[in-house]
C-alpha cells in the first residue's frame, strides 16, 4: 500500500505562486512515477504535470506549462508542484498520485494510468 498525503494548498491573488507538496509512504518511491491532476467542480479530473522516477524527465500540460514545475526529492520521499502566475481558472482540487511498478521514461497522463492518489488539497486563485 502507498499513501500519498497533498498539503500547501490555500488562497491566492491571481498573479500569486504556491507550493504543493506530496509526501509517499513506502520503501520505493524512487520506483513510482509521480503525477499532479486537479480537478474544478462540475469538471473532470485533467492532468497537469508528470514526472519519472528519477525525476529526469518531466511533462507539463499546455495549459500550465511555463507557470507550473514539477519535482521530486527521493530522499525525502516528495513531490512538488511549484505553481506560479496563478490565473483564476487555475482554482481546483489538485491531487497526487503515484503509478508503483515502472521505472521507465514515459509520461503518464491518464487518470487511469496511475494507481494510488492522494486525498487532494483546495487551491483557490481570487482575481
Known amino acids: 500500500q502507498v499513501q500519498l498525503v497533498e498539503s500547501g494548498g490555500g488562497s491566492v491573488q491571481t498573479g500569486g505562486s504556491l507550493r504543493l507538496s506530496c509526501a509517499a509512504s513506502?520503501?520505493?518511491?524512487?520506483?513510482?512515477?509521480m503525477g499532479w491532476f486537479r480537478q474544478a467542480p462540475g469538471q473532470e479530473r485533467e492532468f497537469v504535470a508528470g514526472i519519472t522516477w528519477s525525476g529526469g524527465r518531466t511533462y507539463a500540460a499546455p495549459s500550465v506549462n511555463g507557470r507550473f514545475i514539477i519535482s521530486r526529492d527521493n530522499a525525502k520521499n516528495t513531490v512538488y508542484l511549484q505553481m506560479n502566475t496563478l490565473k483564476p481558472e487555475d482554482t481546483a482540487v489538485y491531487y497526487c498520485a503515484a503509478r508503483t511498478g515502472y521505472s521507465g521514461s514515459y509520461i503518464f497522463t491518464g487518470s487511469a494510468d496511475y494507481n494510488y492518489w492522494g486525498q487532494g488539497t483546495q487551491v483557490t486563485v481570487s482575481s
Open positions: 513506502g520503501r520505493t518511491f524512487s520506483s513510482y512515477a
